[in-house]
Nanobody, 115 residues
């Protein structure tokens, strides 16, 4: 099972940017798929972006053009760059990874977009 640590959340004004990190316990190359999810208060957890090794990322319509996923293979870390943040992006963000038939989740990192 993969250990995941999410970080980088915080308080930002509308229009601002944040970069979330998801550090994995092993090589990213051995992970079949990863994703970022978020859960706002009183709402269900929703997919932000998912990607499968060798394929293009799949972004939720609500974040297309504003969020970008990237990876640093040397650091075994996946990033979520979030630009032009909106109050409706406020949520707890989680990353997950699918490896060897098992799905692992990180703890959440809080993102609050407010003036």
């Amino acid at each position: 099972q993969v250990q995941l640590v999410a970080s980088g959340g915080g308080l930002v004004q509308p229009g601002g940017s944040l970069r979330l990190s998801c550090a994995t316990s092993g090589s990213i190359f051995s992970i079949a798929a990863m994703a970022w999810y978020r859960q706002a208060p009183g709402k269900q957890r929703e997919l932000v972006v998912s990607f499968t090794s060798g394929e293009n990322p799949n972004y939720a319509d609500s974040v297309k053009g504003r969020f970008t996923i990237s990876r640093d293979n040397a650091k075994n870390t996946v990033y979520l760059q979030m630009n032009s943040l909106k109050p409706e992006d406020t949520a707890v963000y989680y990353c997950n990874a699918f490896k060897n038939g098992l799905l692992s989740w990180s703890q959440g990192t809080q993102v609050t977009v407010s003036s």
